[in-house]
């Protein structure tokens, strides 16, 4: 089969419907004509609504579950009549509340307007749920726009030249937050006019990603932004990029791995941010038109962030921000954000190449369901796979011939080993109509493990102290496993449970290791043996 089936498959599965992009559409269009009616506050002050984040890009996609909004980040920018030097950011701030409250009145939306630190939130309870984020700004000084024009030159970034660097920079806003001193000296203070206001610039990097995308090709239909537009036009969905696609990919087995980690405070997150994900697999884009392709090169490229040690990455269209500043700040220690980056590309990495290389159905639905929380049956895997007759049989299995690539890694490759503490891991072995058995008092009472049972591997006890992260790894021994490549051995981190989800699909003796890393060390470890007969 193509490499791109199965990733196009997904992609169809993830995408937004097109009710959701036409219900955005027409709901801030409708926002911008409110802003620009004649009784309005600001009709005198020029107001562009524009989106921005994954709807502006084109990369937004389907939340993991039914009851998640939709997340619409927009910018109400009042381009003139309101300086830095003129206002301070409350007022601006107070001034898109005053009117989103009258819209909110006039609309009948019952939610109350919510204020957050940097945006109001105005969220609509119907079919299709929908909150939008408006975050009140205006153009940037002169002074600023041409300190960030330099700041791009400086840089010399390849994915940037002098005439984008010009384009780009012009398009800087200064944006309101009310965290004033609480964010290492990045904004003013909040209730007094001062010329220091957070710098943004979502229209510009748009444009940069725009850039980005047309790298190879030569499109004018891409070209969906006009300078002169009131509101501007979301990017048509219905045409995709490779370079999309692939980050709609990546975004959602980001999300599936990091779905059961524990909610935190402030809406701070654990799991690796989008525009870190968006800018790397941009800046690897070299063109190419086959989604594999495009993505093997982000990871790679991901991999190479993720292995440097760095702990910078420059905004490209304001190189003075650094996307992954939340990585070294103190405040922000506890939530490891440097380690899940680097696990979840690791994780990535392992699990596409997965996804690409089973050829067979039901491993392939349970690694899709398994890894992008994708309800998908074998049909659907055949039909993705070009297969028609029962993939258990025979005509499914690898020839004994083909060679078999060893993907084992080594923990100690890794990280460095000092076991100091214990754990104790064993299997849970489940049938649909039985009773589920511990898989080691299986062992003990030589009762045999054969195919088609569902395996759930717990860490039963440890005396690690928190905090600590798990890691696991599943090896397949065997000719069967030779036969359909499927040697595995991949070291992946653990989804939050301290659990392992697995299945006894083929004859063979296979292995799961358990691993406990704190500060950077393995500190304790346990391993089962998994014998499946026939």
């Known amino acids: 089969m193509s490499n791109d089936n199965i990733l196009m498959y997904m992609v169809e599965n993830i995408e937004l419907p097109d009710s959701a992009y036409e219900k955005a559409i027409k709901r801030y269009e409708s926002l911008g004509k409110w802003f620009g009616r004649d009784d309005s506050q600001c009709c005198n002050n020029n107001v562009q609504v524009f989106a921005q984040g994954s709807f502006r890009l084109g ?55 919510d204020e957050k630190h940097r945006c109001w939130r105005l969220e609509y309870a119907d079919k299709l749920s929908f909150h939008m984020d408006i975050v009140p700004c205006i153009p940037e000084s002169s002074t600023v726009r041409e300190r960030l024009f330099e700041s791009i030159q400086e840089a ?19 944006i309101t937050d009310d965290r004033c001193g609480q964010i290492e000296q990045r904004c003013g203070e909040y209730t007094q006019i001062v010329n220091n206001w957070l710098i943004s610039n979502p229209e510009g990097y748009a444009q ?14 891409l070209k969906y932004v006009t300078e002169d537009s009131q509101v501007d036009d979301i990017p048509l969905h219905g045409r995709k990029t490779p370079l999309q696609r692939a980050i709609q990919l990546l975004k959602r087995h980001r999300d599936v791995m990091f779905a059961d980690t524990p909610s935190i405070p ?49 905004n490209p269209v304001n190189p003075e921000e650094n996307f992954a500043d939340r990585w070294s700040m103190d405040r922000y220690s506890h939530l490891n954000l440097r380690d899940n980056y680097v696990s979840w590309v690791d ?16 491993l392939l639905m349970e690694s899709v369901s ?54 104790r891991i064993d299997c849970e072995v489940s049938q649909h109509g039985f009773m589920p058995k511990a898989l080691r ?27 600590y992260s798990i890691e696991w790894k599943v090896l397949n021994r065997g000719e069967v496993a030779q036969k359909r490549n499927c040697i595995r051995g991949q070291i992946a981190p653990d989804r939050g449970h301290g659990e392992r989800k697995e299945s006894t699909n083929f004859k063979g003796e296979h292995v799961v290791d358990c691993y406990i890393i704190k500060n950077g060390i393995v500190v304790a470890r346990d391993q089962i043996n998994v014998p499946i007969r026939s």
Not at 209 to 214: A, Y
Not at 306 to 312: K, M
């Open 59 to 113: 990369t937004a996609i389907k939340p993991l579950s039914e009851d998640e909004e939709y997340d619409l980040d927009l910018a109400c920018n009042l381009r003139s009549g309101i300086t830095t030097n003129s206002a301070t950011q409350k007022s601006l701030k107070d001034l898109i509340g005053y009117e989103l409250e009258l819209y909110r009145i006039n609309k009948g939306i019952e939610k109350k307007l």
């Open 208 to 221: 940069w990603f725009d850039s980005r995308m047309r790298v190879g090709v030569l499109n004018e239909e």
């Open 266 to 314: 402030d809406n701070t997150d654990r799991k690796p941010i989008s525009v870190i994900i968006t800018t790397v697999a941009a800046e690897s884009y070299q063109g190419d038109d086959s989604i594999g392709v495009v993505l093997n090169n982000a990871l790679e490229k991901m991999k190479e962030f993720a292995s440097s040690g760095s702990y910078i990455l420059p």
């Open 370 to 423: 398994q890894n992008m929380s994708l309800t998908v049956s074998q049909n659907n895997m055949r039909d993705v796979l070009g297969k028609s007759s029962a993939v258990t049989s025979s005509s499914s299995v690898v020839p004994i011939e083909t060679a078999w690539k060893n993907t084992e890694e080594f923990i100690e490759h890794k990280y460095p080993i000092s076991i100091e503490y214990n754990i």
């Open 347 to 362: 994780a990535a990495i392992r699990d596409f190449s997965d996804m690409r290389s089973i050829d067979d159905a039901e």
């Open 156 to 174: 010399s970034l390849e994915s940037i030249d002098m005439a984008l660097a010009r384009d780009v920079s012009s398009l800087a806003v200064a």
């Open 441 to 467: 008092e299986m062992l003990a009472k030589h009762i045999p493990l054969m195919p088609d049972k569902k395996l759930l591997f717990k860490v039963q006890s440890t005396n690690v102290p928190r905090p």
